[in-house]
């Protein structure tokens, strides 16, 4: 009996591991069966970090062989050079690429246009809007003949890929041109797109056996019914990267870096200011590295350095100080020659860094001078200037009681016992005192 119950629950184990076993190899067969798309959710400037972003995503789609690549795009723009990297490797990619302004109030705005004109299918939700797409010269205001030059080659950049998609080249001129920008609806109309999608499911559903052209004239169809998505998430790298690249939080690692490592000066020893203010100001600059940098703005930043230690070093009546905090605000204000809004320095982070910083600054480097000014006193030199009691008339020497040390103490003119007395120097550690009230000290006695 014993033999036979081993038996029987043998016999269920390697049933229910064939079960499984099965239940596996058909999951991996509908899996090969079943067409992928692979996604990705750009949301935000474009600069090099989501350039990144964007490449290792194109690569990951045709590494797998996916179907297609989804973008969900919302931006405001960003750098020009940025985007012509990411427009070459979406024209040189193997998978069909999609995308998709979506959700309702995203926008393609600015480079963010070049990239949806780019795409093999080019979709927009009701409620978005894309265009105004005209370049942004990062460094100071270009003459006639350069901004022209520059309008000129946005203009034949669209056109190289906007003529080979058959939209409509003249509109999508207009938005560099101009700045026009079009809604869902407009940029439909104006064959400027491909086609409307209220959500995700109903884009990819539209798309299913639609024929679509490639950038180089070949034609492909589209096979997306029942496709499993799969969202490309950026790695832990691009989100500190993408973190580091907001202005903001790069202006306040370099200040806070700066304040920690000026402690570290003064109080040397402690160590961890030092390491942590040289973490955050070397993660500043990395971080403003990826941006446009106006020289300008900072030699105006260290020009406010250098004010604020004139006025703690040499006292200008606050003059210096407030000179050096408003080439603080312009300089951190027009610190990144951003191309769109969103990549510049918030007017009000600019403003409370600069007071905040200046006035700590001047504060510590006060502090600073005087104690390098004060001489270290020890013994009897630190006695001078205190207040001491005669213990017992002085004629002209004696002992007296200072800051509860029992000292031996001369002075110029007999002193009565209980005098109130000044330390004003000392000789061979003998003090040397006079009277804290003279007039007081040399009264006559009262009479018997």
Known sequence: MLHQGLRHRSNKFFVGLLGTCLSFACTCVLQSQTPLVEKLVLDGTIQPVSQ????????????????????????????????RAMVGAMLSSRVPIIVYVAPAGARAGS??????????????????????????????KPDETMNQ???NDAEAFLRSFVTRRNRNAEAAQAAVQSSHAYTAEEALNQHLIDLTATDEAQLLHTL???????????KMTLHL?????????????ETLLGWLVDPN????????????????FNTPGTIVPGALGTLMVLLAIFGLNLLPIRYTAVLLLVAALVLMVLEAKFGGHGALAIA??????????TLVAAPVPEMSVSPFVAIAVSVGFGGITVFLVRLAVRARRMKARLGADALIGKIASAMEPLAPEGHVLVDGEIWLATATQPIPAGARLRVVGHQDYVLQVELLEPSSATRAPAPA
Do not use: Q, W
């Open 52 to 83: 990144g972003t964007f490449e290792r995503a194109i690569r990951a789609a045709n590494d797998r062989g996916a179907a297609a690549l989804l973008i969900e795009l919302n931006t405001p723009g960003g750098m020009l050079e940025s985007t």
């Open 111 to 140: 480079a963010g246009f070049f990239l949806l004109e780019a795409a093999d299918v080019a979709a927009m939700a009701p409620g978005t809007n894309a265009g105004a797409a005209h370049p942004v010269l990062e460094f100071g």
């Open 249 to 264: 939080i790069a202006l306040l690692l370099l200040v806070a870096g700066g304040l920690l490592i000026y402690l570290e």
């Open 324 to 333: 050096g905090v408003v080439c603080l605000a312009f300089g951190t204000l």
């Open 149 to 151: 030059k520059i309008l």
């Open 225 to 237: 019914a029942g496709a499993r998505v799969e969202e490309v998430k950026p790695t832990l790298r």
């Open 208 to 218: 299913d056996g639609r024929e679509i052209a490639r950038i180089d004239g070949s």
